[in-house]
């Protein structure tokens, strides 16, 4: 658990007064992956001018912000690089990472995750770019009953604890003159990808299951919302928190079981599930918490999480909610019997 500088103090809201203009170049790392090329299509849809930029591979063996800050500092060379790719750009965003829930820390996975962050911060610095939208993950928060726009984090596995890190080298480095925003994105679905397909599947089975009523609220979201917040956060002329949370959607556990699968999930008592859920993460912590990753989407098909409106609410910046629409149009084709 950490606590770092809050998201509303002015050390961490810098932001340029020059005005975003939708002629302005944005740079996108990440642009091949999921996030990514949906991020890119928005923005030339929107009439923006998009540059891909290529993330440099980078590998971390920090285990905390000042471990991570010394690290940056030293590649000057890739920083130099970097800047170089975004001259002339107005707002840079990151997409790039490991996606990877389930895995093993490594390496490489704190590299794309917890180092790239802070090494591109530096270089939007360096190019003079006015504001610079990093993706992180609400996975930083873990098990705790609600998410929020705190620097509160509580991860709970490999990769949750990569982009936690991440989030603590942002507050930690000092601020330049490019505003730097956080997005903790939640549970994103797409047609296209594979988790949603999975889900489809699940959702249609007999193993589509919630606790309880099924009317908690679930932190699933879509991709369409996600880029429309990415894009307002980017070309928002005033100032924005250091980390800002991916609105909620208004769906509950059950109603994302029910779009997805078109049939009502089967409801368990909330004493079993937890009891199922205790018994096994005590499991997949004597495994090296290598169950960790399907234990929690478990724990969130049965119990969702609740999330806290921030500053998308507040200055009136929620995107429309889209997820219904997209787990619908979900096509699970099951393979044909020869």
């Known amino acids: 658990m950490t606590h ?12 340029s007064a020059a005005e975003p203009t939708t002629s302005a170049v944005w740079a996108v790392l990440g642009s091949s992956g999921f996030i ?15 540059r891909a930029v290529a993330a440099p591979r980078l590998e971390s063996a920090a285990e905390d912000a000042a471990g991570l800050l010394e690290e940056a500092s030293a590649l000057a060379a890739v ?9 002339g750009a107005d707002v840079i965003i990151n997409a790039a990472g490991l996606a990877t829930p389930g895995g093993t820390d ?31 993950s609400a996975a930083v928060q873990g098990h705790r009953p609600f998410l929020d726009e705190t620097s509160y984090v509580q991860p709970f596995s490999a990769y949750s604890r990569s982009k936690a ?12 003159a490019c505003g730097v925003v956080t997005i903790r994105a939640t549970s994103v679905q797409g047609p296209q990808r594979p988790t949603t397909v999975s889900l489809a599947r699940l959702a249609a089975s007999p193993l589509a299951t919630v606790a ?16 429309q917040f990415i894009r307002t956060v980017g070309l928002h002329a005033g100032r924005v928190p250091a ?58 098909m049965w119990f ?20 219904q629409e997209v787990l619908r149009s979900v096509q699970v084709r099951e393979p044909a019997n020869h």
């Open 79 to 87: 920083r130099t690089e970097l800047a170089d790719a975004f001259a």
């Open 304 to 323: 969702g999480q609740r999330q806290v409106p921030g500053w998308a609410e507040a200055s009136g910046n929620v995107p429309e909610p889209r997820v």
């Open 4 to 15: 770092d500088i809050s998201p509303h103090h002015p050390a961490v809201q810098n932001a």
């Open 165 to 176: 890190l991440g989030e603590r080298g942002l507050a930690a480095r000092s601020a330049g």
């Open 106 to 136: 490594s390496p490489a996975l704190r590299g794309a995750n917890a180092l790239l962050p802070l090494v591109v911060a530096d270089a939007a610095d360096a190019a003079g770019v006015r504001r610079f939208v990093h993706l992180s």
């Open 243 to 300: 980390v800002v949370l991916q609105p909620w959607e208004h769906a509950t556990v059950a109603g994302v079981l029910e779009a997805a699968g078109g049939r009502k999930p089967l409801r368990l008592p909330q004493w079993l599930c937890r009891s199922a859920l205790w018994s096994g993460y005590r499991l997949s912590a004597l495994a090296g918490e290598r169950l960790h990753g399907p234990l929690r989407r478990l724990e969130m």
């Open 212 to 227: 309880g009523e099924g009317t908690a609220p679930s932190p699933v979201s879509s991709v369409d919302s996600l880029v």
């Open 36 to 50: 990514g090329s949906a991020v890119c299509e928005s923005l030339r849809a929107a009439g923006l001018t998009v």
